[in-house]
């Protein structure tokens, strides 16, 4: 039996939780289909299908997933170009990718992602959000204002009150009813685009099924499939640290390729994990299980084609103070105090940095993880460069000299290695001991292969002692083959 259905105050948290992310998608969901150049209703029946879907077969219990602004950006071209039809096609096909890149395992690279580049990625991500709701506020006259200040004030007030019922919801439906009742004109939901009237149906893209086709949306469904899984899994590793639990990976690469699949299905644009509305659901409202995922589309549903009257009415200011209170949330405080920043090393910092910069520059977080993680690992490998060392031994009548290896020898530390052996003056006999190494790759059995020639070209005996099994089994299969300068 699952959680929520033993505890009363779980199903409350749960069902409230959805509510309150359902109300926050809207807004978003018809911001991000202007972007892709698809009517409105195209974005919210997304949202809705991708929140259902994932709710039960991704595998992050508690993750909202809808149509984003990642994969709007990279889809807008497509459709501006040659129409939905093949928008839709290209998520059809970006979906059955993601399947695959699951099946073969591309959630494990996530272990790769480095924590700073993980900060860099949340605080880019706060920052983009608050930006993201400044054209809102942009020429507003003094209600917007005010409207905003009390959504503020109602959601630091109102946990302090009571906790039963989510601060969002409270603001969101309070300020609703005041504005509509005392007849304060401020933009709203509905100024934003018109609603869905009817439930999305099944229907397959309409496009011509040729090579011409497929060469035309490839490029997009591949940057659809990577820019989604990489934010999706992103999303899923900071829920995953802010609850303390473990989520599965590729189940949840699998999830997000179904519900590409079944949201191009009903002719919808795609999506992927949101963080914004993921935060709202799982640190504001305190949401931990699939119920309140599900709610969030269902509630979706609900609210634009049965409601949607209702919603239109919601005032814009009322949601930006949520989005705002999700920003300070979500933004690592801790990672921008100057005591951190001092005890910090500078290269954690710069990947930090790069990220947040690459992120704020490109409007795409995927590129920011990528440029972040690139320069994380090359300061990691000039850092392991440096810590290879060589110290030599000679014995009393001057005959035999030992040299002995310490450190990790892969491509960028083997380099220095050649340079460490006096070839000229060594007696005829010389010993490398690798005890206290290990070799990982071919550069550095090229590197030992270029000391055995030069010892060789002066009649200096070499001989290697002390390599471990894998080193060995490596050094027996390459040494010889592979080129190197002598």
Same mark, same amino acid.
């Given at each position: ?241 802010i609850t303390d639990t473990r989520s599965s ?16 299905l009903f002719g919808g644009m795609g999506g ?103 320069? @994380?690992? &090359?300061?990691? /490998?000039?850092? =392991? *460069?440096? #810590?290879?060392? +060589?110290?030599?031994?000679?014995? %009393?009548? $001057? !005959? ?36 206290? @190494?290990? &070799?990982?790759? /071919?550069?550095? =059995? *090229?590197? #030992?292969?270029? +000391?055995?020639?030069?010892?060789? %070209?002066? $009649? !200096? ?26």
């Amino acid at each position: 039996m699952p959680a929520w259905a033993r505890s009363p105050a779980t199903l409350r948290t749960e069902v409230l939780a959805g509510l309150v992310v359902a109300l926050a998608l809207v807004p978003e969901a018809i911001s991000f289909s202007l972007v892709a150049g698809v009517d409105p209703r195209v974005g919210l029946i997304s949202s809705f299908v991708m929140g259902v879907v994932t709710s039960v077969v991704g595998g992050r219990p508690a993750m909202i997933s809808a149509a984003t602004g990642a994969v709007a950006l990279v889809v807008a071209p497509l459709s501006h170009a040659h129409g939905v039809g093949h928008l839709v096609a290209a998520i059809l096909l970006a979906g059955v990718l993601q399947i695959a890149l699951g099946l073969l395992g591309a959630a494990r690279l996530m272990r790769f992602v480095p924590r700073s580049v993980m900060t860099g990625f949340v605080n880019a991500l706060a920052i983009s959000i608050f930006a993201a709701q400044l054209p809102n506020l942009r020429g507003a006259d003094w209600r917007v204002w005010a409207v905003l200040a009390a959504g503020l004030a109602l959601l630091v007030l109102v946990p302090r009150v009571v906790r039963s019922v989510p601060a969002p919801l409270v603001a969101v439906v309070a300020l609703t009813a005041f504005t509509v009742l005392a007849g304060v004109a401020v933009p709203t939901v509905g100024d934003e685009g018109a609603l869905p009237r009817t439930l999305p149906t099944l229907g397959l893209p309409d496009v011509p099924l040729t090579l011409d086709t497929l060469r035309t949306i490839a490029p997009y469904s591949v940057g659809v499939a990577l820019v989604g899984l990489m934010e999706s899994l992103m999303t899923a590793t900071l829920v995953d640290e802010i609850t303390d639990t473990r989520s599965s990976k590729t189940r949840e690469s699998l999830g997000q390729g179904t519900a590409q699949i079944a949201t191009a299905l009903f002719g919808g644009m795609g999506g992927c994990a949101v963080i914004g509305q993921t935060m709202i659901n799982v640190k504001v409202s305190g949401a931990r299980t699939r119920l309140s995922t599900f709610l969030a589309g269902a509630f979706l549903l609900v609210l634009v084609v049965g409601l949607g009257d209702v919603v239109a009415r919601i005032p814009m200011a009322a949601l930006v103070a949520v989005m705002f209170l999700v920003c300070h949330g979500a933004f690592d405080w801790h990672s921008v105090r100057p005591s951190t920043l001092r005890a910090m090393p500078r290269s954690e910092t710069a990947v930090m940095l790069l990220t947040v910069a690459i992120v704020l520059l490109t409007h795409n977080l995927a590129y920011g993880v990528l440029g972040g993680t690139l320069l @994380a690992c &090359v300061l990691f /490998a000039r850092r =392991v *460069a440096h #810590l290879v060392t +060589v110290t030599s031994e000679l014995d %009393a009548d $001057g !005959t035999h000299r030992t040299y002995r290896v310490h450190g990790q020898l892969f491509f960028a530390s083997s380099g220095d290695l050649v340079t460490q052996f006096d070839y000229a003056t060594d007696p005829p006999r010389v010993t490398v001991d690798f005890s206290d @190494a290990h &070799v990982w790759d /071919a550069s550095s =059995v *090229a590197a #030992l292969d270029a +000391v055995q020639r030069k010892y060789a %070209a002066r $009649g !200096t005996e070499v001989r290697t002692v002390g390599m471990n099994a894998p080193t060995a089994a490596l050094h027996g299969r390459l040494a010889g083959r592979v080129a190197a300068e002598g």
